[in-house]
């Protein structure tokens, strides 16, 4: 009884936290900027791989080539913060304990595979309704963990490549991958994106998830995930906004009160808003189209996409291509 009143008190004050905290501080990445809300979008006209339909105009669908095999000793190391490394370091043998410090992850990976799905068969001109509608593309995750999120994406046909600057996660992504013979096409690597970028790598769609906001130089990272994108290409980015509200959803609640993630898994200071994220991307010519927030329900556990960018959010860009500036 104590131990089911402590969760339901948990839950009320987190759902107090979550919602009810910072509404007037909170920073819609709709008022500065002309990008779609996730929800504005229409259901996508349907185009089946294969079909004739013409590309969207200015837009040169070619595909990147298949990557060759990485020189993961490449020095460029710009992007890497030790003390964060060393956090994931710390836990990278729970990455598939579902309730575990990833348990977030894990529950957020339907909706963001969701948002990726929609948001790349649009740019890509795929049907959506395909089990595999990215046969053909190649997508890299760029501090991939431990695959949580570079196993659905080789799920839906592409040609995935996982890189971390963790030895013992790429390990452990590359045990789990292998248990699937349709994953375990996942190649993995323990580098950095400017190492990839010094090679001269090139994917269709570069994917960061829950990334830039442990990483030493977010603009610099920013330019690395544009140069490994081919023109035309798609990048995309998720992390958490430097809201109030993020702080006491992300910070103070799923660190120090349902303990979710070890004290410390964030720094306030090196979050972004929208708005500096959007900034970010277009210096580094990616122009950002859409955006969504991920909001949480606490009495469900489920995640869901949202307009409300105020604590999670997620942001897909396409690369300028130098012909078309
Ligand atoms: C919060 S985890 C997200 C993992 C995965 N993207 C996901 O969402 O399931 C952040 C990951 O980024 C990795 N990382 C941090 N800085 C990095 C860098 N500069 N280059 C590559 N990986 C990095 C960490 O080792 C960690 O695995």
């Known amino acids: 009884m104590a131990s089911k009143l402590r969760i339901d008190q948990l839950r009320a004050l987190s759902s107090t936290v979550f919602h009810g905290i910072g509404d007037s501080l909170s920073i819609r990445a ?25 590309p969207p105009q200015n837009v040169e669908l070619k595909t990147a080539p298949q990557p060759e095999k990485m020189n993961i000793n490449a020095s460029t190391t710009s992007s890497v913060n030790q003390i964060e490394l060393a956090k994931f370091s710390a836990i990278s ?3 598939w304990d579902a309730e575990g410090p990833f348990k977030p992850l894990h529950a957020l990976n339907p909706t963001r595979v969701s948002f990726i799905r929609s948001t790349l068969c649009r740019h890509f001109r795929r049907d959506p ?10 997508f890299i995750d760029v501090g991939c963990g431990g695959g949580i999120l570079s196993e659905p994406l080789a799920r839906m046909g ?21 248990q699937d013979p349709v994953t375990s096409t996942i190649e993995y690597y323990c580098t950095t994106a400017e190492n990839l ?8 769609a570069v994917i960061a998830s829950e990334v830039i906001e442990h990483v030493a130089d977010p603009a610099g990272f920013c330019q690395s995930l544009a140069a ?14 430097r809201s109030m509200r993020a702080f006491a959803a992300a910070i103070v609640a799923a660190e120090y009160i349902l303990r979710w993630l070890p004290i410390g898994t964030h720094q306030w200071s ?11 991307l277009q210096r580094a010519s990616i122009s950002v189209e859409e955006m969504a927030g991920f909001v949480y329900n606490p009495l469900t556990g489920q995640w869901s996409l949202s307009d409300d960018t105020s604590v999670n959010y997620i942001a897909f860009g396409k690369k300028i291509s130098q012909q078309t500036d």
Not at 129 to 135: D, N, S
Not at 197 to 204: G, I, L, T
């Open 270 to 280: 090196s979050l972004l808003t929208p708005e500096e994220l959007v900034l970010i």
């Open 129 to 138: 309704c395909l089990v595999r509608p990215f046969e053909g593309l190649n």
């Open 158 to 178: 592409a040609t995935v490549t996982g890189i971390d600057m963790v030895d013992k996660n790429i390990k452990i992504a590359r045990v789990h991958a292998d």
């Open 30 to 54: 709709s008022q500065n900027h002309h990008i779609r809300h996730f929800s504005d979008v229409s259901s996508p006209t349907l185009s089946p791989a294969g079909s004739s339909s013409p």
């Open 228 to 241: 490994l994108t081919v023109a035309n290409g798609a990048t995309i980015v998720s992390t958490i906004n």
């Open 197 to 204: 970028v010094e090679q001269q790598k090139e994917f269709d």
């Open 93 to 95: 043998d729970t990455w």
